[in-house]
Nanobody, 119 residues
Framework: VQLQASGGGLVQAGGSLRLSCASS????????MGWYRQAPGKQREWVATITNGGDTNYADSVKGRFTISSDNARNTVYLQMNSLKPEDTAVYYCYADRGEYGPGLVRSWGQGTLVTVSS
């Protein structure tokens, strides 16, 4: 499967962006999809997840500001980012899992999309 992330850009603090992660195949086949981000000089950190049952989870740093959703007809997962802060500046990566956490997990990654939030 191929994942194509898009939607990054430059935005002022307090603004909004919507990231998209389009799958080359049906997202029904995935156990979960989500987003990580990596800021300059920092380790990659988890941002949000949506399961194939529609359950969502968020990192504390984005809770209440970011919303993850999926469109099964478009085979796309979105990350709506509101009230952006300069510390949200990072390259955002989408991922898709097949299987449960553990040795059998198969994870696919999209290429990153850069989000820059100016103060």
């Amino acid at each position: 499967v191929q994942l194509q992330a898009s939607g990054g850009g430059l935005v002022q603090a307090g603004g909004s962006l919507r990231l998209s992660c389009a799958s080359s195949g049906s997202i029904f086949s995935f156990t979960r999809m989500g987003w990580y981000r990596q800021a300059p000089g920092k380790q990659r950190e988890w941002v949000a997840t949506i399961t194939n049952g529609g359950d969502t989870n968020y990192a504390d740093s984005v809770k209440g500001r970011f919303t993850i959703s999926s469109d099964n007809a478009r085979n796309t997962v979105y990350l709506q980012m509101n009230s952006l802060k300069p510390e949200d500046t990072a390259v955002y990566y989408c991922y898709a899992d097949r299987g449960e956490y553990g040795p059998g997990l198969v994870r696919s990654w999209g290429q990153g999309t850069l989000v820059t939030v100016s103060s």
